[in-house]
């Protein structure tokens, strides 16, 4: 009788958790990596799309790019 329960249990577990099948989940496609630049005052690296385009370059932030644009005229 103890060797059937074991049996009816073992059974059990297996089907629980032995012939589970892996579930292919479907994820967007990574994003592609974004261009970085650096600020042409400081040299901070930042991506391309939140730079600021000013004469001389790409800056950071608008105080970089006034002081550049002071600074080289």
């Not at 059990?12 to 261009?35: D, I, M, N």
């Not at 939140?50 to 002071?70: Q, Y």
């Amino acid at each position: 009788m103890k060797y059937l329960l074991l049996l009816l249990v073992l059974a059990w577990l297996f089907h629980k958790f032995g012939s589970r099948k892996q579930h292919v989940t479907r994820q967007a496609p990574p994003a592609p990596p974004k261009e970085i630049v650096a600020c042409a005052h400081c040299g901070l690296h930042l991506p391309h799309d939140e730079a600021l385009p000013g004469r001389g370059g790409l800056f950071c932030s608008p105080a970089h790019r006034t002081a550049f644009e002071a600074r080289h005229g």
